[in-house]
C-alpha cells in the first residue's frame, strides 16, 4: 500500500523535478562491519537531507547505507525481510503494522509535528475544520498520515467522516482545487501549499487543531535493536545529529542533498527544493527549537487509544512496546 510518505515523495518530485530512483547508497564510516540500511521510501528528495548530512559529515560511527525503495514496495516490506534494518515511517502507521503482526519498534522520532494540513482556496468561505461540514475534500486514498489526519480532525470538530463527501484524487491535489473538483484537498504543510504558490494558486491552509496522532519516526525492529543496540544507538545519535545540522544550516543541507536528489543544479529546480527544505526543517524541531529526536510516551498513548476510538485499530499499542528512548 502507498503511504502518505508516498503522497508527499510523489508531490515533492513535482516542485523539485527530480526523477525516481530506487536506490540512493552512502559510503560508510570508518568503522567496521557490515551496513545498516535506513530506508527512506520512494525517490529522494530534500525532506531526507539530515541522512545526507550524517553520511557526507560522517555522523552515523557505523556503517550506513541509505536506500530508496521505490514506488513498487510496500513501506515495511523490505525491513520485514531484512533488506533494510530501518525504515522513516509515522507512528500511526507503526502501529497499524504491529496489530498485524510485524515486528517494529520506534527508536528515535524524526518529525515533532504533525504535517498535514487542510488547503482550500484564497476565495473559499471555509475557515475552519467546523466549516467542512457539507463540503467535498480530495484525499490521495483512505490510508496513511492523510486520511488519519482528517479523520481526527473532523472528530476534533464534532464531524466525522459521514459529514463532508471524502473524494480519492490519487496525487492530483494542485489539479483538483484549481479546477475546484473539490472544495478542499488533504496535504502537507512542507508540500501542497509550495506547489500551490508555485504555480500561482491562491489557497488559504487551515491547521487540523491538536490531533492526537505522532508523525514519521526512525523504526527498526525489536529483534534488530536487541542482537544490535550499538549499531542502533549509532544510527539514532547520527541521524539526530544530521537534523540538528540541517536546522542550523540549511545551505549546507542543501549542498548535501545534491548528491542524492537529481536535478537540484537546475535553477528553479533548486528554488523549490531549498523551500521545502525551509518548510521541513520545522518539522524536526521540539516546541522550545531543540531537536533531540525523543519519543513522547504519553502522545504514543494517546495516539493508540484514538485510533481505537476511530476505528483504526482493534485494539491499544502501548508505547512500552511501540517504542523506546532507549538508544536516544
Known sequence: MRTRL???????????GCTPAATSSSASSSASGEAAVIGLTYIPNVQFSPFYVAVQQKLYST?????????????FTAITTGTEQFVVAGGDELLQAREQGTDLVAVASYYRQYPVRIIVPG??????????KGHTIGIPGKYGESWFGLLMALKGAGLSAGDVTVQEIGYTQQAALATKKVDAIVGFVNSEPLQLAAAGISAK?????NVPLVSIALVTTSAYATAHPDVVRAVVKGTVAGMQSVVANQDA?????TAYVPGLSD??????AKAVLAATAPLFQNGDGTVTGTLDATAWDAMSSAMV?????KAAQTSSSAMTNAYV
Open 6 to 16: 508516498a503522497a508527499l515523495a510523489v508531490i515533492l518530485l513535482t516542485l523539485v
Open 309 to 313: 476510538g476511530a476505528g483504526l485499530l
Open 63 to 75: 556503517p550506513v547505507t541509505l536506500r530508496h525503495h521505490g514506488t513498487s514496495e510496500g513501506l
Open 123 to 132: 476565495d473559499s468561505t471555509i475557515a475552519s475544520i467546523a466549516d467542512l
Open 253 to 257: 543541507a542543501f549542498q548535501a542533498s
Open 205 to 209: 491552509v487551515i491547521a487540523l487543531g
Open 267 to 272: 535553477t528553479a529546480t533548486a528554488k523549490g
